[in-house]
């Protein structure tokens, strides 16, 4: 038998599988850690904390798998949107930390390019029709206008995917599904860097990785020195799997345009693969890992999905936490529990899941986490009732958004398919059918399948015939009809709030400013 491994960086921690060739999941391992928040809305990560997740991890399925090391015939790594990727010296270190895709700094630096580059033509080049500090671009314009020693220093932006194939094969590239997702430098008709951009903002072409690769393009071998590591052979050859949310609908089974796929961890990457670039609807654009050149991958959603959920339980959950860690039932099963009953529209309650900002398709840093129609009848279990409710709202916004039928199912993957319950709501509120993963392994498992097609040792058919999906959940048709009139209201409220969002964000930091300024004085 031969085998196959995917590893996934993710933005709270590093999760590596190991499989057969016929698909059955034989091991599998996570590694967590912590984002940096140095500041609000500010995210970064020393790319050594992914690395040794990438390394402990593989170690740890090779061993509980029990496979002699010349069976595993390669592995396949993704990872989360590096935003500006980690900046590298010449001799291959980092400079500072990576700024990962959730951070929010580079304001100033999307008005500029606003002000400075058309936005016809950005759209044109990248095939995306929206400036943000989401994309890598700004983030790297934000350390060139703040961080002048750094940038004298760096070399290279590697995205933390293959900055680890760099770790573990001395190996240079970047797949063109990181490239894209970099934003406003690459040229999605031509797959290739766009010199026109990168002079518009006076970015060095030589910081951009070579060669832009393929997913299923074999980018190196692991060295002698890894691989005593991580109990694998010498030479196993290794795939860049690209951005983790790309992986995750291959490994759903998506080799063709048409089906829509929502990965939902932390954040929310809800995604139809089509042809050509969907323009003019607010989305992420960027090119598939399979078939690079062919297939686009067109994404929303949420930028604090699962995240807002975590801070809930975090937060508001501390019996629950304290009962887990004396045996009990998971924190989030029993706060699921408590929410079992609540009916549609949680009895009046209606949240905003905007609590790091939002990307596509609101695009908005300002926007604001927002609890509606709170009363003193509403417990606990309403709450997160209501907190599921808004992940649901927000995955039918991202549908929308695309401006298309998705036919007769979506998918939905990650953690929230743990509850069966989130999972109906998910459908009865979008009015889709959905289906999930039998394995919760999405973004690992299309890992191993771009390496098992990189090494030639699978082919489409073969993975396709893999049962990765199980039954369609159907909408419920009479809560689907009430489920409408709420999402009416959620998508109602932002646009009543939207101004009143701006306004906090200015008082706020003029507070700030004004505080700072007194505790100088004194």
């Given at each position: 038998?031969?085998?196959?491994?995917?590893?996934?960086?993710?933005?709270s921690g590093?999760?590596?599988i190991?499989?057969?060739?016929?698909g059955k999941?034989?091991?599998?391992?996570l590694e967590?850690?912590d984002?940096?928040t140095?500041k609000?809305?500010w995210?970064?990560?020393?790319?050594d904390?992914?690395?040794?997740?990438?390394?402990?991890?593989?170690?740890?399925?090779v061993?509980?798998?029990g496979v002699?090391p010349?069976d595993?015939?390669g592995?396949?790594?993704?990872g989360?949107?590096?935003?500006?990727?980690?900046p590298?010296d010449?001799?291959?270190?980092?400079?500072r930390?990576?700024?990962i895709?959730?951070d929010?700094r580079a304001q100033?630096e999307t008005e500029w390019?606003?002000?400075n580059i058309?936005?016809?033509?950005l759209?044109e080049?990248?095939?995306?029709?929206?400036v943000?500090?989401?994309?890598?671009?700004?983030?790297?314009?934000?350390?060139?206008?703040?961080?002048?020693?750094?940038?004298r220093?760096?070399?290279m932006?590697?995205?933390?995917s293959?900055?680890a194939?760099y770790?573990l094969?001395g190996?240079?590239?970047i797949d063109h599904?990181a490239a894209?997702?970099?934003?406003g430098?690459?040229?999605i008709?031509t797959?290739?860097?766009?010199?026109e951009?990168l002079?518009?903002?006076?970015?060095?072409e030589?910081?951009?990785p070579e060669?832009i690769?393929?997913?299923?393009?074999i980018?190196?071998h692991?060295?002698?020195e890894?691989?005593?590591d991580?109990?694998?052979?010498a030479?196993?050859?290794v795939?860049?799997?690209?951005?983790?949310?790309g992986?995750?609908?291959v490994?759903?089974?998506?080799f063709?345009?048409?089906?829509?796929?929502?990965?939902?961890?932390s954040s929310?990457?809800a995604?139809?693969v089509?042809?050509?670039?969907?323009?003019?609807k607010g989305?992420?654009?960027?090119?598939y890992?399979?078939?690079?050149?062919d297939l686009?991958?067109n994404?929303?959603?949420?930028?604090?999905?699962?995240?807002?959920t975590?801070w809930?339980?975090?937060?508001?959950?501390?019996?629950?936490?304290?009962?887990q860690?004396?045996g009990?039932d998971?924190?989030y099963?029993?706060?699921g529990?408590e929410?079992?009953?609540i009916p549609?529209?949680?009895?009046?309650?209606v949240?905003l899941?905007?609590f790091?900002?939002?990307?596509?398709?609101?695009w908005?840093s300002?926007a604001?986490?927002?609890?509606?129609?709170?009363?003193?009848?509403?417990t606990k279990g309403?709450?997160?009732?209501?907190?599921?409710?808004?992940?649901?709202y927000?995955?039918?916004?991202?549908?929308e958004?695309?401006g298309?039928?998705?036919g007769?199912?979506?998918?939905i993957?990650?953690?929230?398919?743990?509850?069966?319950?989130w999972v109906q709501?998910?459908?009865?509120v979008?009015?889709?059918?959905?289906?999930?993963?039998i394995d919760?392994a999405?973004?690992?498992?299309?890992d191993v399948?771009?390496?098992?097609l990189?090494?030639?040792?699978?082919?489409?058919?073969?993975v396709?015939?893999?049962q990765?999906?199980g039954?369609?959940i159907e909408p419920?048709?009479?809560k689907h009809?009430?489920?409408?009139?709420f999402?009416?209201?959620?998508?109602?409220?932002?646009?009543?709030l939207?101004?009143?969002?701006?306004t906090l964000?200015?008082?706020t930091?003029e507070?700030?400013?004004?505080?700072?300024?007194?505790?100088?004085?004194?």
């Amino acid at each position: 038998m031969k085998y196959l491994i995917g590893t996934d960086i993710g933005t709270s921690g590093t999760k590596s599988i190991l499989m057969d060739t016929n698909g059955k999941l034989i091991a599998q391992d996570l590694e967590e850690y912590d984002v940096l928040t140095p500041k609000p809305l500010w995210a970064e990560q020393w790319p050594d904390v992914w690395v040794k997740g990438v390394k402990d991890s593989i170690r740890a399925v090779v061993k509980k798998s029990g496979v002699a090391p010349e069976d595993i015939k390669g592995m396949g790594i993704s990872g989360l949107y590096g935003g500006s990727g980690v900046p590298v010296d010449k001799d291959m270190k980092p400079v500072r930390p990576d700024l990962i895709w959730m951070d929010r700094r580079a304001q100033e630096e999307t008005e500029w390019v606003k002000a400075n580059i058309s936005t016809e033509k950005l759209t044109e080049i990248t095939g995306d029709d929206v400036v943000d500090p989401y994309y890598g671009y700004t983030k790297i314009l934000w350390i060139k206008n703040h961080e002048p020693e750094n940038w004298r220093k760096i070399h290279m932006f590697l995205p933390p995917s293959n900055y680890a194939i760099y770790q573990l094969t001395g190996a240079v590239c970047i797949d063109h599904t990181a490239a894209g997702n970099l934003g406003g430098l690459y040229d999605i008709n031509t797959h290739t860097w766009s010199k026109e951009l990168l002079n518009a903002m006076d970015i060095p072409e030589s910081m951009m990785p070579e060669p832009i690769v393929d997913s299923t393009t074999i980018v190196g071998h692991i060295t002698d020195e890894a691989a005593a590591d991580l109990g694998v052979k010498a030479g196993t050859p290794v795939v860049s799997g690209g951005v983790d949310v790309g992986a995750a609908n291959v490994g759903m089974g998506v080799f063709e345009p048409g089906r829509y796929v929502a990965a939902i961890g932390s954040s929310m990457n809800a995604a139809l693969v089509s042809k050509t670039p969907i323009k003019g609807k607010g989305l992420i654009v960027w090119p598939y890992p399979y078939k690079s050149k062919d297939l686009v991958y067109n994404f929303s959603g949420s930028a604090t999905a699962g995240a807002i959920t975590k801070w809930f339980r975090d937060t508001m959950g501390e019996k629950e936490v304290a009962a887990q860690k004396a045996g009990g039932d998971n924190a989030y099963v029993a706060l699921g529990k408590e929410a079992h009953d609540i009916p549609v529209g949680s009895e009046g309650l209606v949240v905003l899941p905007y609590f790091m900002g939002e990307r596509a398709p609101v695009w908005n840093s300002d926007a604001k986490g927002t609890i509606f129609g709170l009363s003193l009848v509403h417990t606990k279990g309403h709450l997160f009732h209501a907190f599921q409710e808004a992940v649901c709202y927000a995955l039918r916004h991202s549908m929308e958004a695309t401006g298309r039928d998705l036919g007769d199912y979506v998918v939905i993957a990650g953690g929230v398919t743990n509850s069966p319950d989130w999972v109906q709501m998910f459908a009865d509120v979008t009015g889709y059918a959905v289906r999930t993963p039998i394995d919760n392994a999405e973004a690992n498992l299309g890992d191993v399948m771009l390496a098992g097609l990189g090494t030639g040792i699978l082919n489409v058919e073969d993975v396709q015939k893999w049962q990765v999906l199980g039954d369609k959940i159907e909408p419920d048709p009479k809560k689907h009809e009430a489920y409408n009139k709420f999402y009416k209201l959620y998508r109602q409220l932002y646009g009543d709030l939207e101004g009143d969002m701006h306004t906090l964000t200015q008082i706020t930091k003029e507070s700030e400013k004004l505080l700072a300024k007194d505790t100088q004085n004194v």
